[in-house]
């Protein structure tokens, strides 16, 4: 039988716990539950900034399609406090490693664990075009695989910011038929021959110029003002944020990087495992298109490879008397 249980928020931090999840979101709260469950003491650091808190609904999760993200996160809380880990509102702003983990919060405490799952996520960086930030998740959106079947069928216009803006607007155009790039900071001349037979053989039009700004008209977006005065009707724009990734804790640890198009990410194993001893990494932390259903997914496979280690940890020492 459910229980409606309250979230247990800043507690007593004292003493050590066995885990502290860096991170409250999808990853963060996934692997909070499967430590919980482990029966292993566990705290939850949520700074309470979820990368997709712009979007109403989120989508392609199983069971959970059109649900709100905050609704979703708050079962989750929910969920977690029923084994009894502990949540803490707060951020950590700095961790060093003595033995344990000692993660410093902004508000003035110190956590200690014997692990660490960082899932501290990305933030998107937005074009700045006059707009785009207040409409960003409602009809300006970046993933059509989170908000396409929502939209479907509409007239969609992708801002491009780098040449990979050519394939965002391919990919669009699985979802209409009405689709015009707008190349914004891009050249022509950066197009390859490839790229224009291809966006020629979707139906993508392409239309040369800087976007200066959007037309909204009763709170929905309605088109693309260009910076020589022209305008297209759109209803539908698809941006492409640049990625930061939340890196400052496995920077500090002295976590192994790796380069990508997206930003640099940690280096680490199938299970999430850095290349730091005794911490891991799940959800947006670790790549750039973890989504909700990736994020907790991987939330529990790095907590699942935890609970391993601990065990194993601890009967060793116990061998070693």
Same mark, same amino acid.
């Given at each position: 039988? *459910?229980?409606?249980?309250?979230?247990?928020?800043?507690?007593?931090? *004292?003493?050590?716990?066995?885990?502290?999840?860096?991170?409250?979101?999808?990853?963060?709260?996934?692997?909070?539950?499967?430590?919980?469950?482990? +029966?292993?003491?566990?705290?939850?650091?949520?700074?309470?900034?979820?990368?997709?808190?712009?979007?109403?609904?989120?989508?392609?999760?199983?069971?959970?399609?059109?649900?709100?993200?905050?609704?979703?996160?708050?079962?989750?809380?929910?969920?977690? !406090?029923?084994?009894?880990?502990?949540?803490?509102?707060?951020?950590?702003?700095?961790?060093?490693?003595?033995?344990?983990?000692?993660?410093?919060?902004?508000?003035?405490?110190?956590?200690?664990?014997?692990?660490?799952?960082?899932?501290?996520?990305?933030?998107?960086?937005?074009?700045?075009?006059?707009?785009?930030?207040?409409?960003?998740?409602? /009809?300006?959106?970046?993933?059509?695989?989170?908000?396409?079947?929502?939209?479907?069928?509409?007239?969609?216009?992708?801002?491009?910011?780098?040449?990979?803006?050519?394939?965002?607007?391919?990919?669009?155009?699985?979802?209409?038929?009405?689709?015009?790039?707008?190349?914004?900071?891009? !050249?022509?001349?950066?197009?390859?021959? /490839? /790229?224009? +037979?291809?966006?020629?053989?979707?139906?993508?039009?392409?239309?040369?110029?800087?976007?200066?700004?959007?037309?909204?008209?009763? /709170?929905?977006?309605?088109?693309?003002?260009?910076?020589?005065?022209?305008?297209?009707?759109?209803?539908?724009?698809?941006?492409?944020?640049?990625?930061?990734?939340? *890196?400052?804790?496995?920077?500090?640890?002295?976590?192994?990087?790796?380069?990508?198009?997206?930003?640099?990410?940690?280096?680490?194993?199938?299970?999430? +495992?850095?290349?730091?001893?005794?911490?891991? *990494?799940?959800?947006?932390?670790?790549?750039?298109?973890?989504?909700?259903?990736?994020?907790?997914?991987?939330?529990?496979?790095?907590?699942?490879?935890?609970?391993?280690?601990?065990?194993?940890?601890?009967?060793?020492?116990?061998?070693?008397?």
């Amino acid at each position: 039988m *459910t229980q409606n249980v309250t979230p247990t928020e800043n507690k007593d931090l *004292t003493g050590t716990y066995d885990v502290v999840v860096v991170g409250g979101g999808a990853a963060g709260l996934s692997a909070a539950l499967v430590l919980g469950r482990a +029966r292993l003491r566990a705290l939850v650091v949520d700074a309470g900034e979820p990368r997709n808190a712009p979007s109403d609904h989120m989508q392609g999760y199983l069971t959970r399609d059109g649900m709100a993200p905050a609704e979703f996160l708050a079962l989750g809380r929910e969920e977690i !406090a029923r084994y009894g880990v502990e949540l803490v509102r707060d951020r950590a702003v700095d961790v060093s490693r003595d033995g344990d983990f000692a993660v410093r919060l902004a508000g003035g405490d110190t956590v200690r664990g014997r692990r660490l799952i960082v899932t501290t996520g990305l933030r998107d960086e937005l074009p700045a075009v006059p707009g785009v930030a207040e409409r960003f998740g409602r /009809d300006v959106l970046h993933c059509p695989f989170c908000h396409g079947w929502e939209v479907r069928g509409e007239r969609f216009g992708v801002l491009a910011t780098t040449p990979l803006s050519v394939h965002q607007a391919l990919m669009v155009s699985g979802w209409s038929d009405d689709v015009t790039l707008f190349l914004h900071t891009v !050249a022509e001349r950066e197009l390859s021959d /490839d /790229d224009l +037979r291809r966006l020629a053989a979707a139906g993508v039009k392409v239309v040369p110029g800087e976007v200066a700004g959007l037309r909204v008209e009763d /709170d929905r977006l309605t088109g693309v003002r260009l910076a020589d005065g022209t305008a297209h009707d759109r209803s539908v724009l698809f941006v492409a944020p640049k990625a930061v990734p939340q *890196t400052g804790l496995m920077e500090r640890l002295g976590a192994e990087l790796q380069e990508t198009p997206f930003g640099a990410y940690p280096v680490v194993d199938p299970t999430g +495992r850095t290349s730091v001893p005794g911490v891991w *990494t799940a959800g947006n932390a670790m790549g750039f298109a973890e989504q909700v259903v990736h994020a907790a997914s991987g939330g529990y496979r790095a907590a699942a490879a935890v609970v391993g280690d601990l065990i194993m940890s601890d009967l060793d020492a116990a061998i070693a008397g």
